[in-house]
C-alpha cells in the first residue's frame, strides 16, 4: 500500500486530502510544518509527498531542495493558493513532479496522486533492472576483446525479444550467457526454463516441449504442460538444439511464426509468449548442407548470433576465471608466475567448466595461501612436458652437421639446442626460462615459435 505525506498548514487542506486519499486506500500521514514533516519521512517510508508552498518555519520551496536532497526516491507534488508561472516552473525545476493550484480538483488531486506514484514505481523497478543487469554481466567474466564484445551483445539485445543462437564449444559457459540476457532483459521476473535437447530421448521431446493431454500415450497418466508453457512470458532455453530430431524441429518452427502449440493427444491451442535463446556445439550451416537441420529454423533462430570462442583463444580470462570461481568458494588463493603460465599454455579441452573443477579441486585439495606452476601441474594430473628431441641436447651433444652448415644455419640449429636445453633444465616453464637466459618472456615465445619447440602437451 502506497504511503502519501501531507504537509500543509492549513487543517481543512489536510483533512480534506487525508479523506479522500484514505477513500483510494492510500496510507495517509500529516503534518502541518515542514521540520514535522521530515521527522516523518525520517520514520516512515513515503511515497508521495504533497507540500504546501507557503509554510511556517521552513518555506515550501526551501524544503522541496532538502527534500530532493536527502529523499531523492520520493515523489513531490507542491501546492499553493498563491502560484504563479515563475514559481511553478521553479518547483519543476527543482524536481517536483506537478504543480496544482487551491481550491484543489479533487479529481486531478487523484490523478496526480496515480501518475506520480507509477512514475515512482517504474523508477524503482527500472533501477532494480540497472542492478540485476550489472549484476548478470558480471557473470560473464574476462577482459579479450570476444568477452567484452558478449557483454555488450547481452546489454544490446536484452531489452528486445528478439531470438539469439549462441554458439561455441561444450563447457564454453553458454548458459551462463542466455542466463544473463534473461536477467538483463524485461522478462526477468518470469522464467527462465533450460532443455537439454541431447539429453531427452527422441520420443519424449515433443512431450517436453509441448506438453501432452492424459492417455496421449501409454506413460500419459495425467494432463502435463510442456516447456513453452512452463515459460509463457519468460525465456526459453534450447541447449545443444543441433541434437533435435526433425520431426520436433518442425513442430518448433511453427510455435515460433504462430506463437500458438497444441499438447501431445490434444486439440486445444495455446498460446504462447516465449523469449527463444538456442545453443549449439555444432556446425548448423553445415547441418542444414547435411539435411540434419531445417534451414528455415536455423535462419528463425539466428536473428543475433553469439559466439563463445574456446578458452585456451582467449588465454587472458584465465586467470581472472580462475579467481572468481576460488573466491565464490572462499577461497583465498595467490598465483605465482610460474602457475600463471602453466595455466595459460594448458589447451583446456573442457573449458571453463573444466577450469571450475580444477578450482574445486585446489579449494580441496591445496591448503597453502599460494600456488606454484609444479603444484598446480599436479592438480591438472598433467606431466611434465618432455621435449620430442632425439637425445638430451647440450654443448658436447651437438650434431656434427652442424660444423658443416653455413653460418647462418649453424646459428639457427645451436640457438634451437640450446633453447631447448634451456627449456628442459626450467620444467618447461616459459617464465623461468626467459629469466634464466636473461631474455624477455615475449621474445622466448617468439624464439619457441620460430623453432616449432612445443611448450605444452595435451593430457
Not at 574476462?142 to 547481452?154: A, L, Y
Not at 502449440?261 to 542444414?288: F, M, P, S, Y
Not at 534451414?295 to 559466439?307: A, G, K, M, S
Request: charged share 30%; with cysteine; hydrophobic share 40%.
Amino acid at each position: 500500500m502506497p504511503s502519501i505525506l501531507i504537509i500543509d498548514d492549513e487543517p481543512g487542506i489536510r483533512s480534506t486530502l487525508c479523506s479522500i486519499l484514505e477513500d483510494e486506500k492510500y496510507k495517509v500521514f500529516t503534518a502541518e510544518d515542514a521540520l514535522a514533516g521530515f521527522e516523518i519521512l525520517a520514520n516512515q517510508t513515503i511515497d508521495l509527498v504533497f507540500l504546501d508552498v507557503l509554510l511556517p518555519k521552513l518555506g515550501g520551496i526551501e524544503a522541496l531542495e532538502k527534500l530532493r536532497n536527502e529523499f531523492p526516491a520520493v515523489e513531490i507534488v507542491m501546492i499553493s493558493g498563491h502560484a504563479n508561472i515563475d514559481m511553478a516552473v521553479r518547483a519543476v525545476k527543482l524536481g517536483a513532479f506537478e504543480f496544482l493550484e487551491k481550491p484543489l480538483s479533487l479529481e486531478k488531486v487523484l490523478t496526480v496522486c496515480r501518475n506520480a506514484l507509477t512514475v515512482r514505481k517504474l523508477r524503482e523497478e527500472n533501477k532494480t533492472l540497472k542492478k540485476i543487469s550489472s549484476f548478470a554481466c558480471e557473470d560473464i567474466i574476462g577482459t579479450s576483446p570476444s568477452v567484452r564484445n558478449i557483454r555488450e551483445t547481452v546489454k544490446q539485445a536484452a531489452d528486445s525479444d528478439a531470438r539469439i543462437l549462441i554458439t561455441g564449444e561444450n563447457g564454453a559457459g553458454k548458459e551462463v550467457i542466455a542466463r544473463a540476457i534473461h536477467l538483463c532483459s524485461a522478462r526477468v521476473d518470469h522464467p527462465f526454463i533450460d532443455v537439454n535437447c541431447a539429453a531427452i530421448p527422441e520420443n519424449l521431446i515433443e512431450s517436453e516441449l509441448f506438453g501432452h493431454e492424459k492417455g496421449a500415450f501409454t506413460d500419459a497418466v495425467s494432463v502435463r504442460k510442456g516447456r513453452f508453457e512452463l515459460a509463457h512470458g519468460g525465456t526459453l532455453f534450447l541447449d545443444e538444439i543441433g541434437d533435435m530430431s526433425l520431426s520436433a524441429q518442425a513442430k518448433v518452427l511453427r510455435v515460433i511464426q504462430e506463437q500458438k502449440l497444441e499438447r501431445v493427444g490434444g486439440e486445444k491451442t495455446i498460446e504462447t509468449d516465449v523469449r527463444i535463446i538456442a545453443a549449439t556445439n555444432q556446425d548448423l550451416e553445415k547441418a542444414c548442407d547435411e539435411g540434419r537441420f531445417r534451414r528455415d529454423l536455423y535462419f528463425r533462430l539466428n536473428v543475433i548470433p553469439i559466439h563463445v570462442p574456446p578458452l585456451k583463444e582467449r588465454p587472458e580470462d584465465i586467470p581472472l576465471l580462475l579467481c572468481h570461481f576460488l573466491k565464490s568458494m572462499e577461497k583465498d588463493t595467490t598465483l605465482e608466475a610460474d602457475a600463471m603460465e602453466v595455466l595459460s599454455s594448458h589447451d583446456w579441452p573442457g573449458n571453463v567448466r573444466e577450469l571450475k573443477n580444477l578450482a574445486e579441486r585446489i579449494s580441496v585439495m591445496h591448503q597453502g595461501s599460494t600456488i606454484t606452476g609444479e603444484e598446480l601441474l599436479k592438480l591438472l594430473n598433467k606431466k611434465q612436458k618432455k621435449l620430442d628431441i632425439q637425445e638430451k641436447p647440450g654443448m658436447a651433444s651437438l650434431p656434427s652437421s652442424l660444423f658443416d652448415s653455413n653460418y647462418n644455419d649453424a646459428k639457427d640449429s645451436f640457438e634451437k639446442h640450446y633453447l631447448e636445453f634451456q627449456f628442459i633444465k626450467n620444467n618447461g616453464i616459459i617464465s623461468r626460462t626467459a629469466e634464466a637466459i636473461g631474455i624477455y618472456p615475449s621474445n622466448l615465445h617468439a624464439k619457441l615459435r620460430k623453432y616449432n619447440i612445443t611448450t605444452g602437451s595435451k593430457e
